[in-house]
């Protein structure tokens, strides 16, 4: 599986231990930033927005510090449904009942174990569709 994945200067080092982990299982498209200096979130978030806009069955992975700034930028993207994401309960969530396509990870309140753990939960949830799916539906604005 192709995921995308981006980060600010907060992010980075996350971003840098989740490709290294997950090398095996998945292929890497890395939108930035490629290194701990300070950069805005947006010039990353919005590329890897872009690039799940354009194909519906793409995945993401955005990091920042909180994980609300690449949040609110990739969630302007029509189809992109982002969701910030601190334990497995709530990343299994947003894919069974939101059918979020970019998990977003606050950097500086998780642990990389932690962040681990998210990544193999959002990547192995299925969304349940149902009563969901309508509820998906009226998300974005025509």
């Given at each position: 599986m192709k995921v995308q994945i981006a980060s600010d200067h907060a992010?980075?080092?996350l971003k840098e231990a989740i490709k290294k982990e997950?090398?095996?299982e998945f292929e890497?498209?890395?939108?930035g930033t490629h290194s701990s200096d300070s950069v805005d979130y947006?010039?990353?978030a919005h590329p890897l927005a872009?690039?799940?806009a354009q194909d519906p069955a793409a995945r993401g992975i955005l990091i920042c510090g909180t994980g609300n700034?690449?949040?609110m930028t990739a969630n302007k993207h029509a189809h992109?449904?982002?969701a910030l994401c601190w334990n497995a309960e709530i990343a299994a969530l947003a894919r069974q009942h939101n059918n979020a396509n970019v998990l977003v990870l606050p950097a500086r309140f998780i642990d990389t174990d932690t962040a681990f753990a998210l990544v193999r939960t959002f990547f192995s949830t299925d969304f349940e569709g149902g009563r969901h799916e309508r509820r998906v539906q009226k998300i974005n604005i025509q």
């Open positions: 992010g980075f080092e997950f090398s095996n890497w498209e890395d939108h947006p010039d990353f872009e690039a799940i700034g690449v949040a992109v449904r982002a």
